[in-house]
């Protein structure tokens, strides 16, 4: 399976700062996707990100705030915006499995180790 | 209703017990389903997915799909104090759609 690294693991912030994270992974994938799980919460899917097109945001989150670049299909880098407080949380990237052989449905997401945010 | 529910917990169970973790969710169109486990300060390990109803075993993990329930379980076999995690049941949205919904976690304690 492919390998997905993050920069940073984890960062301390002020509020008003903006923090770029990277996603890298070993091969090239068509989708990725950036999630958020907030201190004690699960995981919320923040967007896609895909190469050579704007990422698609979902409800709640828009670009201004997490802008994501997607230059080719090997990385993406998310960026969280005017920080505050609320914004302190384990940032994720993940990938589909391609080629794993499901007939109906989807292909298994495989996590990055995670980009952990503590916003001052 | 949220999309998907998982049974609260925290769920304690002695070592060699059967651990049971309960997924229910909402949209009848999602076609895949997966279970994570996350410790703590991890990010999220996929173990088990199932797309059809019915049983899919690997090792001691025993995931259950009822489509007509809107009902998802995974079954743990034999549990180790290795397997207390906090466990995460997904769900794709809508058919084809890769994007995942996760329920808020089930955290699960093995006591040795």
């Known amino acids: 399976s492919a390998v997905i690294s993050q920069k940073p693991s984890r960062d301390i912030c002020q509020r008003g700062t903006s923090l770029t994270i990277q996603c890298q992974v070993d091969?090239?994938?068509?989708?990725m996707f950036w999630y958020r799980q907030q201190p004690g919460q699960s995981l919320t899917l923040i967007a896609t990100?895909?190469?050579?097109?704007?990422?698609?945001?979902e409800s709640g989150f828009v670009i201004d705030k997490f802008p994501i670049s997607r230059p080719n299909l090997t990385f993406s880098t998310l960026t969280v915006s005017n920080m505050s407080p609320e914004d302190s949380s384990i940032y994720l990237c993940?990938?589909?499995?391609?080629?794993?052989?499901?007939?109906?449905?989807?292909?298994?997401?495989?996590f990055g180790p995670g980009t952990r945010l503590t916003v001052l | 209703q949220k999309e998907v529910e998982q049974n609260s917990g925290p769920l304690s169970v002695p070592e060699g017990a059967i651990a049971s973790l309960n997924c229910t969710y909402s949209?009848?169109?999602?076609?895949?389903f997966f279970w994570y486990r996350q410790y703590s300060g991890k990010s999220p390990e996929l173990i088990m997915s199932?797309?059809?109803?019915g049983d899919k075993e690997d090792g001691r993990f025993t995931a259950q799909l009822n489509k007509a329930s809107q009902y998802v379980s995974l079954l743990i076999r034999d549990s180790q104090p290795s397997d207390s995690a906090t466990y995460l049941c997904?769900?794709?949205?809508?058919?084809?759609?890769?994007?995942?919904?996760f329920g808020k976690g089930t955290k699960l304690t093995v006591n040795p």
């Open positions: 993940s990938i589909p499995r391609s080629a794993s052989g499901v007939v109906m449905g989807v292909d298994e997401q495989f």
């Open positions: 091969s090239q994938v068509t989708m």
């Open positions: 990100a895909n190469q050579g097109s704007e990422a698609t945001y």
């Open positions: 949209d009848r169109g999602s076609q895949s």
């Open positions: 199932i797309y059809s109803n």
């Open positions: 997904a769900v794709n949205r809508q058919g084809g759609s890769e994007k995942l919904v």
